[in-house]
């Protein structure tokens, strides 16, 4: 049981690149959120979804994208790089009346 | 913005001591969670408290749901070398929109030189 797995581990882009940062979970979990964790700042809620098909807006939404095709997979897309958006980013699940998430070991990404 | 106002925000342990942290917000939830952060790894929870007034434990570790609901707080008895890292809680309204977590600003728990 692998839980929720994150790809890549580590990445560095250049301001003005696209990419997406992949998160699947194997417990058929209908929640899923990324958060960014920024020093001092604990974790901040980018976006969520409630099931496949329904995504919303956190805290922090601005320069990132989501989408849930399937319930296993909740990519996280920036569309164009900001040095601002340095941060390490998690993945989590949990189920509907499930208490907390289960979170991912995190990918850890630079803008340049 | 950030709602959980979580202190120490860092702390000096020595092998055997009892440490304790709180976490205080200006909302109220209906439940409250304790993760620890190790190095290059995700949060893992500890603790999950779920009733206004409910002390809960999970080994040496136990926590408190404050009865006003805004608050909570995480103690650490008999402390050891593995109990470094950082501990974070976390305010969640269940049955809102996704379950949301709202998370405090982290207690960095070291080891006294």
């Known amino acids: 049981n692998a839980g929720v797995t994150q790809t890549p581990k580590f990445q560095v882009l250049k301001t003005g690149q696209s990419m997406t940062l992949q998160c699947a979970q194997d417990m058929n979990h209908e929640y899923m959120s990324w958060y960014r964790q920024d020093p001092g700042m604990g974790l901040r809620l980018i976006h969520y979804?409630?099931?496949?098909?329904?995504?919303d807006q956190g805290e922090v939404p601005n320069g990132y994208n989501v989408s849930r095709s399937t319930t296993e997979d909740f990519p996280l897309r920036l569309l164009s790089a900001a040095p601002s958006q340095t941060s390490v980013y998690f993945c989590?699940?949990?189920?509907?009346?499930?208490?907390?998430?289960?979170f991912g070991s995190g990918t850890r990404l630079t803008v340049v | 913005g950030q709602q959980l106002n979580q202190s120490p925000q860092s702390m000096f342990i020595q092998e055997g001591e009892d440490v304790s942290m709180n976490c205080t917000s200006s909302s109220i939830f209906n439940t409250w969670l304790w993760y620890k952060q190790e190095p290059g790894e995700g949060p893992v929870l500890l603790i999950a408290l779920y009733k206004a007034g409910e002390l809960t434990s999970n080994g040496r570790l136990t926590a408190q749901f404050g009865i006003t609901r805004k608050d909570s707080f995480l103690n650490i008895s008999a402390s050891i070398p593995s109990d470094v890292g950082i501990y974070f809680c976390?305010?969640?309204?269940?049955?809102?929109?996704?379950?949301?977590?709202?998370f405090g600003g982290g207690t960095r728990v070291l080891v006294k030189p």
């Open positions: 976390a305010g969640q309204l269940m049955k809102a929109a996704g379950n949301k977590l709202t």
């Open positions: 979804s409630v099931g496949a098909g329904i995504t």
């Open positions: 989590a699940s949990s189920y509907r009346g499930g208490n907390g998430y289960t």
